[in-house]
């Protein structure tokens, strides 16, 4: 869940996308008018050097980018009469745009792009006052490791109990090009209201398979692998709820899943507006051959939740924390800061079904913090997490951070290059190993938007940035939060009329197994 306060959205979402491509052909009309020409001329007369790197939004400034990745437009804020910027390739190659804000030509761009790949890519920012030029220079690195093409996730209006605008989404990486996976408005009306969770694809959508779990009326969990989509049902007798947080195992026909008795708390006054968190969580097993239940960790003195499976399906990681003497499901709510997560792992016999018993990876809670959310680089190598000082929920927590174990070493450190000083969570992953895409509140501290940073071949973090847009105000504008984003390498291109059908089926109840362990 993610939000803040409800604002009412007028517009049905589908109409959304054709009035934003309208007003995307009026603004770049509008900056051809301004313009006055076809192709912009970079000033040689009366040019002095400014001081420094110039002001733009977004801060696309010494960064490292993928050679696939959309032209990153921006706003200079410097202030001026009239604005040129070029931006240069190792070989001399180039692109001009005018005006303000900065709009790159697509197909130049990934020009440029491909010319840099591996090197730097050099920037002229040219700003005139008067009779005056001040030209303004900044450099990036192209990585030689492009990015997955896509990125799904959930488009959530800020509100706690009104669910129809939020949408599933996909957004091409290399464009500018976004789509709806499915809306939850369609099911949706004021006598049966429905939420649905993330987006969350199996081996970054290679094998065409991937989920999300609709809430209340007609509640199940939605699976889609390749031309089937069905709904299955896994809250049991046996289980404390329906699945929450998903993990595909990669290469069997498993899906572990946190089960959580999640509540809310608000609050009059002060930073925080909502604390997030669990009674009781354990984890269960689905497995979509059989459509058996069954339990990995019910243990009723533990906090159990987020799994995640290593590359290789032979390890099983999740976020544990036990209530402290005092602390029971009923005094919680005043004692939330009391709960501290800590990460650990357990193998996974897959002949057998079978776990090992819990070992500690990430030891939190004895620095009095709490580890959530492991997720596993596909080599293997590294574990990405995010800390902050107590709780489950830390898309709620301002000193939220993202943590990295190389699980060879045994180092643990921050990413303090991709890090904000505002709330930094939900992260996951490209399916090559070299970027990660994560939820942040750095912007204005209330929408979570996407942002991506790379890790290279030595697990360094650089400076993150966010997804670019063709109008570099869109996040200003938009009250939307970007929830749980994940990597795609291909579009899901499922119909939603055939999703809607399911969602709106009676579910498969999935019958309960008595645990292997």
């Known amino acids: 869940m993610d939000g803040g306060f409800f604002f009412n959205n007028i ?27 076809s192709s912009p001329k970079v000033p040689t007369a009366g040019v002095t050097d ?19 990745i959309a032209p990153m437009n921006f706003e200079i804020s410097v202030p001026g009469d009239e604005y040129v910027a070029r931006v240069i390739a190792p070989d001399g190659s180039e692109t001009v745009a005018s005006g303000n804000p900065v709009q790159w030509n697509g197909d130049d761009w990934h020009r440029i792009l491909e010319a840099s790949r591996g090197k730097e890519l050099r920037y002229e920012v040219y700003v005139r006052n008067g009779d005056t030029w001040s030209r303004y220079s900044f450099s990036n690195k192209v990585a030689p490791e492009e990015i997955d093409p896509y990125i799904s996730y959930r488009l959530i209006e800020p509100s ?32 049966r209201g429905q939420c649905m969770n993330c987006h969350v694809p199996r081996n970054h959508y290679r094998d065409k398979a991937s989920m999300f779990h609709v809430r209340k009326t007609n509640g199940g969990t939605v699976i889609m692998a390749g031309d089937s989509v069905v709904k299955v049902n896994l809250k049991t007798d046996s ?62 003195g533990l906090l159990e939740t987020f799994p995640a499976w290593s590359p290789d399906g032979t390890t099983l990681y999740y ?3 036990r209530y402290p003497e005092g602390v029971t499901p009923d005094n919680l709510a005043d004692n939330y800061r009391s709960i501290k997560y800590d990460i650990v792992r357990r193998s996974f016999d897959a002949g057998g079904r079978r776990f090992s018993e819990p070992d500690t990876v990430v030891y939190a809670s004895a620095a009095g913090e ?33 943590w990295m174990k190389d699980l060879k070493t045994g180092e643990e450190r921050s990413l303090s290059n991709a ?16 970027w990660i895409v994560f939820s942040s509140r ?29 109008n570099p105000a869109y996040y200003r504008e938009l009250m939307k939060s970007y929830n749980v984003p994940e990597f795609l390498v291909a579009p899901v291109d499922v119909s939603r009329q055939d999703i809607l059908r399911q969602v709106n089926a009676p579910a498969r109840q999935a019958p309960y197994l008595s645990s292997r362990r």
Not at 167 to 184: A, C, K, M
Not at 425 to 434: D, F, P, V
Request: charged residues 20%.
């Open 442 to 470: 750095r912007d204005d501290g209330s929408y979570t938007r996407p942002y991506i940073a790379y890790i290279d071949a030595q697990g360094r973090d650089h400076k993150a940035f966010v997804v670019p847009q063709e």
């Open 50 to 68: 400014g001081a420094g790197v110039p002001a733009i939004y977004p801060d696309y400034t010494d960064i490292v980018i993928p050679p696939n």
């Open 419 to 434: 890090n904000s000083g505002d709330t930094d969570s939900y992260h996951t992953w490209a399916s090559n190993g070299r």
């Open 319 to 321: 976020s544990v924390a």
């Open 370 to 402: 709490s580890a959530l959310l492991p997720r596993i680089s596909p080599d293997g190598r590294y574990l990405l997490y995010c800390k902050a000082p107590y709780g489950t929920f830390h898309i709620w927590h301002k000193e939220s951070d993202l």
């Open 239 to 300: 289980t404390l709820s329906a699945g929450v947080y998903p993990a595909w195992h990669p290469t069997l026909d498993l899906i572990a899943y946190s089960t959580n008795d999640t509540n809310q708390k608000f609050f009059d006054f002060g930073e925080s507006k909502i604390e997030v968190y669990d009674k009781s969580s354990d984890l269960i097993l689905y497995d979509m051959k059989t459509h058996e239940v069954s339990h990995i960790a019910d243990d009723p």
């Open 11 to 37: 517009l049905h979402i589908d109409m959304y996308f054709p009035i934003k491509h309208i007003y995307r052909c009026c603004l770049v009309a509008a900056l051809a008018v301004a313009c006055g020409c």
């Open 160 to 191: 706690y109990v009104q669910y129809a605008g939020m949408t599933l989404n996909q957004r091409d990486l290399t464009s500018f090009e976004e789509s709806v996976i499915f809306n939850n408005a369609a099911p949706a009306d004021e006598r």
